[in-house]
């Protein structure tokens, strides 16, 4: 065929590695099969095979350890728009009776798009952070609202709807998978699923290397800076914690060179600044 189907095909030259995503290839490459390998049909065969896109996947795990990184790049690795973020308890909050209308209102862009352009339509991702926030009070300890009972109905007729249309993918997110509503995670909805938990070494140095890379860009890395060693002692930490260990040793290494007394107005003398171990022994402590 010689269509053009730009909009939704898988960027070439995409290399996980530029993703700025640590320890989390075996993942992103589970979920690309899982969830994406269709899309890089062409959509005559698609059809041909009477085979479904898949519309929604769950990303779950613990804060801070990059499912929204994820989510994001995914977006860019399918050429997608950018993408609506949602969050579980602003819809809740902020929205109040129109909570149903808003997410009526997320989906009502791409509907049109794919009733104008059908398959040539661009791809639209909806994420859902903190999902289980609208799944709490759904049938059970309600706080009497009902609220979260009516959007989750919403969220789930919206779904089954999307069926027919190939240009809507939906990513939900959360800490508590336990609490997520059975019906939303059936196949036809947000069917594949996707654990993202703590890195293992490997993974924390990869995260390491990801956000000190512009420090060493800058020659402001000492040389005794040892990330293998970093990675083997911050057992536990998410990416987010790692990410805000690098910022904090250099924190300290700025503050060796801002003395107390460096008056207002004096530019400190961070020429020669560099984070140095005992930065990120102190940024550990
Ligand atoms: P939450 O559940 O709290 O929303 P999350 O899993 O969505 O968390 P992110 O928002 O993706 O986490 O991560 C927060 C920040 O932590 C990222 O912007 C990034 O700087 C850093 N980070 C987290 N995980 C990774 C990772 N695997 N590789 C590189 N950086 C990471």
Known sequence: SSRSNSNTIIQPNFKFEDMGIGGL???FSNIFRRAFASRIFPPSLVEKLGIQHVKGILLFGPPGT????????IGKMLNAREPQIVN??????KYVGQSEANIRKLFAEAEKEYKAKGEDSGLHIIIFDELDAICKQRGGKSDGTGV?????NQLLAKMDGVEQLNNILIIGMTNRLD???????RPGRLEVHMEIGLPDENGRL???KIHTAKMKENSIMDSDVDLTELANLTK?????EINGLVKS?????????VKVGTLAGVTPDVEDMKVNRNDFLAALD
């Open 25 to 27: 290839d075996v993942e």
């Open 66 to 73: 990059g499912k929204t990184l994820m989510a994001r790049q």
């Open 88 to 93: 579980g308890p602003e819809i809740l909050d």
């Open 148 to 152: 979260g009972d009516s959007v989750v």
């Open 179 to 185: 609490l997520i509503d059975e019906a939303l995670t």
């Open 206 to 208: 990869q995260i390491l």
């Open 236 to 240: 536990n930490f998410s990416g987010a």
């Open 249 to 257: 040793a250099s924190s300290f290494a700025f503050n060796r060179h």
